[in-house]
Nanobody, 124 residues
Framework: QVQLVESGGGLVQAGGSLRLSCAAS????????MGWFRQAPGKEREFVAA????????YYADSVKGRFTISRDNAKNTVYLQMNSLKPEDTAVYYC?????????????????WGQGTQVTVSS
C-alpha cells in the first residue's frame, strides 16, 4: 500500500500562485509515477499533470500548460504542483495519485493509490 497526503491548498485571488505538496509513504517503491488530478463541483475528474519518479518528460493538460509545473523530491518521496497565474476555473479539489501497474499517465484508471484531496479556490 502507498499512502498519499496532499497539502497546500487554499484561497487565492486570480493571478496568484499556490504550491501543492503530496507526501508518499508506505510501499513507495511500488510506484513508478505520480499524477495530479482535479475535480470541480458538478464536473468529472480531470488530469492535470504527471511525472515519473525516474525523471524524463512531464505531462500536462492543455488547460494548465505553461502555468503549472510538476516536480518531485525523490529523497522526500514528495511531489509538488506549482500553480501560477491561477484562474477562477482552476477552482477544484486537487488529488495526487500514484501509479503502480502501468497505463497512460493521463488516465485516472491507471493510478492505484489516491490522496484525500486538497481544496483550491481561486476568486475573481
Amino acid at each position: 500500500q502507498v499512502q498519499l497526503v496532499e497539502s497546500g491548498g487554499g484561497l487565492v485571488q486570480a493571478g496568484g500562485s499556490l504550491r501543492l505538496s503530496c507526501a508518499a509513504s508506505g510501499r513507495t517503491f511500488s510506484s513508478d509515477a505520480m499524477g495530479w488530478f482535479r475535480q470541480a463541483p458538478g464536473k468529472e475528474r480531470e488530469f492535470v499533470a504527471a511525472s515519473r519518479w525516474s525523471g524524463g518528460s512531464s505531462y500536462y493538460a492543455d488547460s494548465v500548460k505553461g502555468r503549472f509545473t510538476i516536480s518531485r523530491d525523490n529523497a522526500k518521496n514528495t511531489v509538488y504542483l506549482q500553480m501560477n497565474s491561477l484562474k477562477p476555473e482552476d477552482t477544484a479539489v486537487y488529488y495526487c495519485a500514484a501509479r503502480a501497474r502501468g497505463g497512460s499517465l493521463r488516465y485516472g484508471e491507471s493510478y492505484d493509490y489516491w490522496g484525500q484531496g486538497t481544496q483550491v479556490t481561486v476568486s475573481s
